[in-house]
């Protein structure tokens, strides 16, 4: 269950950050977002302001698949890391603060750069195709003695 909410995660966040990043890209332009960095007195807005769009469409492409998942995500949490700084930390009168969606995007993108893209993906298909099934276990998928079939005796090493 945990891979199909780590797809669940990805398709929804990956999407929705591919299509910012494309409509900026190709419908409305970099404009707006060039005459930010600009207003911050950073060198190369529209150098930057392409990096930003290219990020978010080349990395949520990347996520809906599932391939090179940690990299994009982390590739992806950066950029929305300099939207919430640019966007300017202040609560003002707004009940809703301008950077809320990018922290939002931002915590899922650091959720799967921590867990992984899971079974479900491109990544998670190439890690069994490597062997990476016959690895050892970790401690959280090992069940206690009590729900095995048979109670550890100690004469073998325990798999953790």
């Not at 299509?19 to 977002?33: A, R, V």
């Not at 809320?100 to 921590?114: D, H, I, K, T, V």
Request: contains cysteine; negative net charge; aromatic residues 8%.
């Amino acid at each position: 269950m945990p891979s199909l909410a780590l797809l669940v995660l990805r398709l929804v966040f990956g999407l929705g950050i591919a299509l910012h990043g494309y409509q900026s890209l190709f419908i409305d332009g970099l404009d707006l977002l060039t005459g930010l960095i600009e207003a911050k007195g950073w060198p190369a807005p529209t150098a930057w302001a392409y990096a930003a769009k290219i990020t978010e469409l080349g990395g949520g492409v990347l996520l809906i698949v599932g391939f090179l998942t940690r990299w994009a995500a982390l590739a992806c949490a950066a950029t929305m890391g300099v939207a919430i700084w640019m966007s300017g930390i202040n609560l003002g009168n707004a009940l809703i603060p301008q950077w809320e969606s990018a922290a939002l995007y931002g915590a899922a993108f650091l959720a799967l750069l921590l867990s992984g893209p899971g079974r479900m993906s491109v990544d998670g298909m190439r890690q069994r195709a490597n062997g990476a099934e016959s690895a050892p276990r970790r401690n959280d998928d090992v069940r206690p003695a009590a729900a095995s079939s048979e109670a550890w005796d100690g004469s073998e090493e325990a798999v953790v």
